[in-house]
Antibody, heavy 118, light 108 residues
């Protein structure tokens, strides 16, 4: 069974930083996770960031540009999201996902919850 | 930035056909993907590239896309289809992935 597993979520104060990690099972080595998507409580899905497999290019939603950094370690088959200068609006369930055909996101982890609160 | 608009809710009786839409400027020129999300669960891809189904998705699920509107159709709706459904495109001009606001499907 192909699986993605996020970790690193928790409660953090506004202005602080947090780093999320996404681990892929061995079966996803050929299809690594490359996207982060978040969902605020009771709200819809919001794409956050993407990175090419070789790490050469990163793309960010306007809402996180300049504050979040997406990276990957292919030797560990891990995807990361470093979140800086966190604000309350960053409170959400964060999912990592693999890219499928046509730019779809065809495999998702179960998510990790980030709560920004003082 | 590119905007996708979905109706907030759709209701249908079991056994009937549910159809929900996703509107965007010239969306027919883009590949549209649809996700199903049940409460407390991660999203699941149910349609990709307008009208293709991933393995394991029932044939009852289908999609179409033309002009400014894409659609997801679920035939012979079952109670287990009750969920939120999101459309998504890849705005290649900006490299962004864009989601619609989601439609809550209620099975009466």
């Amino acid at each position: 069974q192909v699986q993605l597993e996020e970790s690193g979520g928790g409660v953090v104060q506004p202005g602080r930083s947090l780093k999320l990690s996404c681990a892929a099972s061995r079966l996803t080595f050929s299809r690594p996770p490359t996207h982060w998507v978040r969902q605020a409580p009771g709200k819809g899905l919001e794409w956050v960031a993407s990175i090419l497999y070789d790490g050469s290019n990163q793309y960010y939603a306007d809402s996180v540009q300049g504050r979040f950094i997406i990276s990957r370690d292919n030797s560990k088959n891990r995807l990361y999201l470093e979140m800086n200068s966190l604000i309350r609006d960053d409170t959400a369930q964060y999912y990592c996902a693999t890219q499928g055909e046509g730019g779809s996101l065809d495999l998702w982890g179960q998510g990790t919850l980030v709560t920004v609160s003082s | 930035s590119y905007v996708l608009t979905q109706p907030p809710s759709v209701s249908v009786a079991p056994g009937q056909t549910a159809r929900t839409t996703c509107e965007g400027t010239n969306i027919g020129s883009k590949s549209v993907h649809w996700y199903q999300q049940k409460p407390g669960q991660a999203p699941v891809l149910v349609i990709y590239n307008d009208d293709d189904r991933p393995s394991g998705i029932p044939e009852r699920f289908s999609g179409s896309n033309s002009g400014n509107t894409a659609s997801l159709t679920i035939n012979r709706v079952e109670a287990g289809d009750e969920a939120d459904y999101y459309c998504q495109v890849w705005d290649t001009g900006s490299a962004y992935r864009v989601f619609g606001g989601g439609t809550k499907l209620t099975v009466l």
